[in-house]
DNA sequence: CAATTTTCATTTGTCAGACATTTAAAAGTC
DNA sequence: GACTTTTAAATGTCTGACAAATGAAAATTG
């Protein structure tokens, strides 16, 4: 674990990179306690506050933790799902939002990776998971609801759907795709008439979940998808049309 | 954005939130420059180390970048692809890694990832991205290869197959997918006939995109799958027969 | 002797002040 | 007017210090 003092500015960051590197190649592991900040700053042969720097970045990332008071310091973390999820998100989010991404293309990867689940969730569906998606489409049907709680609850459905799976990595991954989008799915209106007609397409993929048909939930969200599409297609001509 | 300053503790962690949750909620725009270390110091009513600290940790998020000299700084930075497939196929990496995410479960995601791709590969497929896995293919005949070289063959074959998809959100979400799982794809110690076998499905994948049969490129992509858990599971039980 | 309390060394979290380095705008020069 | 020099502002780093937390060891007490 090695920095290079030639370049004198950008030393935490290097230092940053030769412990993260160390952590990746698995020579630092879960719950190792890495030598205390006055150590390191030894080793490296930098300031304290350099050091700081470099473990405050790695801790960004959740990979390490810190704990104050003797035979403290900072630890290897396991990076646990939750985590892992909540990077997931927060890297999409911001991808979409700062890339001027087209809604059809976020729609489309979306989708395609969502009929990469709905076979396996319609083999293995547990009650539970059906149970969250029936509620769902349920709350979908109030009439009070504003648009961004019933595209909370589209999430909501589309996760229990992920979820059912039962694989965890799926889960993770499609947690970006999925949450990552609300904010684009939030610009859109939902009039009475398209909130009925999607609750009509969450119904029939529930029931094809429930009857393990994984091609029929396959299709229920291809035409999903072509109807997000038509409806977001609508909203922006209007909203255009309004602008001009 | 304000802080809690009631815990004196944590300071740079919070002041970290608040910062970043400005950036996601659109408050601070891309290339917007943020105040000076000092200012910021004086906003928040904590030391210049402390705002270091904080932004250190947004840096290493790609949140923001800083430039030093006159009318340098902290800029938001625009969260590009190759920025978010760095952090994804770290994420994805550590997440496989330390959290012993059996073999069949990582590879069950990933091909089921991969096939959402295959049909819109088909469909879309460009001379590049062809040409960019018949290549691979005539590498991973090579008889010198060693066992790294040949999975570091598969994955590029794998991301011409889905950045061929045309979709960057699909690409960007992939990558720590397909990437993050070479670890335990080096795992594998891969015979003559196994290399062989492979190749052969990669040459059937291959075929089918070219000819645009995305249902084809689906069947080959289980194929593999089949092959690859069934490879896995043969090497693990050789190694606990050596082991025993 | 056992249980409890106190002390204490260690480590992180924060602060203040300082200097070095970089950088682009402003001033000066030909 | 084009080029060079100066200068101010900002980040990057260092030193030294103190506060707060924390677990272990020592001291105290029943």
Redesign the interface.
């Known amino acids: 674990m090695k920095i290079d003092p030639s370049n004198p ?1 950008d030393l ?2 290097q230092i ?1 990179k030769a412990i ?1 590197d160390a ?2 190649a ?1 020579d630092l592991i ?1 719950d190792e306690r890495l030598p205390s900040e006055a150590e390191l700053a030894d080793q490296f042969e930098v300031s304290r ?1 350099t050091v ?3 473990l ?6 959740s ?1 390490i933790r810190t704990q ?1 008071g003797a035979f403290g310091g900072a630890f290897i973390n ?4 939750p985590d ?1 999820y909540g ?2 998100i ?10 001027d ?1 087209r809604f059809d ?2 729609c ?3 989708y ?2 969502e ?3 709905a076979p ?1 969730s319609a083999q293995r569906r547990s009650a539970d998971h059906l149970a969250t998606m029936r509620a769902e489409i349920f709350r979908q049907q109030q009439p009070g609801l504003t648009d961004e709680a019933f595209c909370a609850s589209d999430v909501a459905f589309h996760r229990a759907l992920v979820d059912g ?1 039962g ?4 889960s ?2 499609l947690a ?2 999925v949450e990552g989008m609300q904010p684009l799915m939030n610009m859109i209106t939902f009039t009475a008439r398209s909130r009925e007609e999607i609750v009509g397409l969450h119904t029939a993929i529930a029931d094809a979940i429930e009857a393990q048909d994984g091609e029929a939930a396959r299709d229920g969200l291809t035409r999903l998808e072509r109807y997000t599409i038509h409806l977001a297609r609508s909203v922006m001509e209007e909203r255009a049309k309004r602008g001009a």
């Open positions: 500015a935490s960051a940053a993260r952590i990746v698995g879960v506050p700081r720097e470099a405050k970045r790695l801790a960004a990332q990979l104050r396991r990076l646990s799902y892992a990077q997931q927060t890297t999409a989010t911001l991808l979409l939002s700062m890339n991404v293309t976020a489309e990867a979306r395609a990776l009929r990469a689940c396996l799976a694989n965890p990595v799926l993770y991954q970006g795709a």
